[in-house]
C-alpha cells in the first residue's frame, strides 16, 4: 500500500460576505492559502463604496468582518444628519484606518494608518464639540480653537441639555486624551512633552473607546450611556 501524500490544501473558493456600510453582497477571496490563523484587510470592490473592510483568516476559511468598533451609536448619529453625520463618518474612518494598521503585513504602513485614526478622531471631537455640544456657527466655529471649546465645557458655558448630568468630567477627560492623541498624530513636537500619546496600536484603540464615551456623555436622541 502506498504511503499517503501530502496534505491536499482547500481549494481557493471564494465566499460571499456583505459590506457593513453600503450593504451589498461580493464574493472575497482569502490572500492565501495558509491555515495560520490570521486577518486581512481589503476594500469593498463594489462600485461607489469605498469602505474598508476586515476579515478573521481560520483554518483555510474566511470568517465574519472583524466589527468590534463598529457600534450601533454611529448609526444613531448618522440618522441626526448634519454635523453628528460627518462625526459618524470621521469615526468610521478612524477605524478602517485602525484595522489597516492591524491587518497590514508592511510594518512601514502601520504607522501612517494609525496616525492617521488618531487625526480623524481630532476633527471628529472638534467637530462635535463646536457643531452639537456648544452650538457654534460655523464662521465662529472656524475661528475657534479645540482648547478654546474645553475651556467652555470645563467652565460650565455650554447649553445644560447637550450633556448629560454628572457626565461632564468624564467627557472632558476623554475629551483631553483624544486632543492629545489627535496632536502627537500630527505633529513631530509638541510644546507641552507631557501631553503627547504616540499613536500605536493599543493608544487609538483607546481613543476610540474615548470617543465613544465623549458621545455616550452627551444627550443624543437614541444613544444611551
Not at 495558509?34 to 484587510?41: E, I, L, M
Not at 457626565?167 to 472632558?172: D, G
Request: proline share 7%.
Amino acid at each position: 500500500m502506498a504511503a499517503p501524500g501530502p496534505a491536499v490544501q482547500p481549494p481557493h473558493l471564494p465566499t460571499q460576505c456583505t459590506c457593513d456600510k453600503c450593504g451589498r453582497a461580493s464574493d472575497v477571496f482569502a490572500p492565501a492559502l495558509s491555515r495560520k490563523p490570521s486577518a486581512f484587510a481589503m476594500r469593498c470592490p463594489l462600485d461607489g463604496c469605498t469602505a474598508v473592510r476586515a476579515h478573521e483568516f481560520k483554518d483555510g476559511a474566511i470568517g465574519p468582518t472583524i466589527n468590534r468598533w463598529r457600534e450601533s451609536y454611529l448609526e444613531q448619529l448618522r440618522l441626526q444628519r448634519g454635523v453628528l453625520e460627518l462625526v459618524a463618518d470621521l469615526v468610521s474612518g478612524a477605524i478602517e484606518l485602525h484595522l489597516w494598521g492591524q491587518t497590514n503585513l508592511d510594518t512601514s504602513a502601520k504607522d501612517p494608518a494609525y496616525r492617521g485614526a488618531a487625526i480623524h478622531l481630532r476633527v471628529a471631537l472638534e467637530a462635535i464639540l463646536g457643531g452639537y455640544v456648544l452650538d457654534l456657527p460655523e464662521p465662529v466655529r472656524r475661528r475657534t480653537k479645540l482648547n478654546v471649546m474645553i475651556r467652555r465645557i470645563e467652565g460650565g458655558r455650554y447649553a445644560r441639555s447637550k450633556i448629560r448630568a454628572g457626565h461632564r468630567e468624564t467627557l472632558v477627560t476623554a475629551v483631553k486624551f483624544l486632543r492629545d492623541l489627535g496632536d502627537t498624530a500630527g505633529h513631530p513636537l509638541l510644546t507641552k512633552p507631557e501631553r503627547e500619546i504616540p499613536a500605536t496600536r493599543g493608544k487609538v484603540a483607546e481613543g476610540l473607546e474615548s470617543f465613544q464615551k465623549v458621545v455616550e456623555s452627551l444627550r443624543i436622541s437614541g444613544v444611551t450611556s
